[in-house]
DNA sequence: CGGTGATCATCG
DNA sequence: CGATGATCACCG
């Protein structure tokens, strides 16, 4: 069964990602008519696909908005029960070649973030899956004082892989993003410049919002409105 | 193969 | 016990 019901505008998303609020991810599941897995070990993704199908979501994996018509972003944001994230957030793969006339401004980071539509669900542990419970959605959009930050880690990031020092890159660089493997295992690589310019093969890599940042915002919008 | 959706699992 | 590096499933 396939998205028929795509939101026609921000407002309706907004509203529709809003009655999830309270709900449990088995009643969501049991409603679209999918089955819940036991853990998700081997089901890693399976919180965004089911929220993605419920809100009408365009499924694949193009490098697209999930709406596209509307510019927007949908993110599952697991957090406990003080509201806070438990995990980073993936934002995208990283370029490590090619990056000639990016910048921040044009950057695939800085679009993807432009506007997020982000689902809180309350995932600690040892809460089963099929009794997590939604929290309550928000639309977000960056800020000057968190696309500041967004653009100050990214271009140190960026400046590293082009000065061809992407293996010198950790997880503790970037005050809010950090640039982490994004790959089926550490087995595949995809093709980088070394620091003399000559092409070398690498484990891929993603930007990933660090959880003092997702906890920020989630703090912004969840406090005074 | 390289993108999407992410969480797992181990280490300090 | 939090953060980093590693990993899993699915899609076109």
Redesign the pocket.
Same mark, same amino acid.
């Not at 853990?39 to 993704?45: D, I, S, V």
């Given at each position: 069964m396939n998205n028929v019901n795509i939101p026609s505008s921000e407002q309706d998303l907004l509203e529709r990602a809003q009655n999830l609020a309270g709900l449990s991810l088995g009643e969501i599941a049991k409603h679209a008519g999918i089955v819940v897995p036991p &853990?998700? +070990?081997? &089901? !890693?993704?399976w #919180? =965004?696909?089911l929220?993605?199908q419920v809100l009408g979501a365009s499924? =694949? /994996?193009? @490098?697209e908005p999930?709406f596209p018509h509307l510019g927007i972003?949908? !993110? /599952?944001l697991?957090i406990n029960e003080q509201a806070k994230p438990l995990? +980073?957030t993936?934002v /995208? #793969?990283a370029p490590l070649t090619g990056l000639v006339g990016i910048n921040w401004h044009n950057s695939y980071v800085r679009k993807k973030l432009a506007r997020v539509l982000w689902v809180p669900v309350i995932?600690a !542990?040892e809460i089963p899956i099929a009794e997590r419970l939604v929290g309550m959605p928000f639309l977000w959009s960056p800020n000057e004082e968190e696309e500041a930050l967004l653009a100050q880690d990214w271009q140190e990031l960026t400046d590293m892989i082009v000065l061809g020092e992407v293996e010198n890159i950790?997880? *503790?660089h970037g005050q809010v993003m950090?640039l982490? @493997? *994004?790959?089926? &295992? /550490?087995k595949v690589k +995809?093709q980088a410049f070394d620091k003399n310019g000559k092409p070398f093969m690498t484990?891929?890599r993603?930007f990933y919002l *660090?959880?003092n940042f997702t906890q920020g915002l989630l703090h912004r919008y969840l406090r005074v409105n």
């Open positions: &853990n998700l +070990t081997r &089901n !890693k993704g #919180v =965004g696909l929220l993605e499924a =694949g /994996s193009r @490098p999930d972003e949908l !993110k /599952s697991p995990e +980073t993936f /995208s #793969v995932s !542990k950790q997880g *503790k950090q982490r @493997p *994004k790959a089926a &295992n /550490s +995809t484990l891929p993603g *660090k959880i």
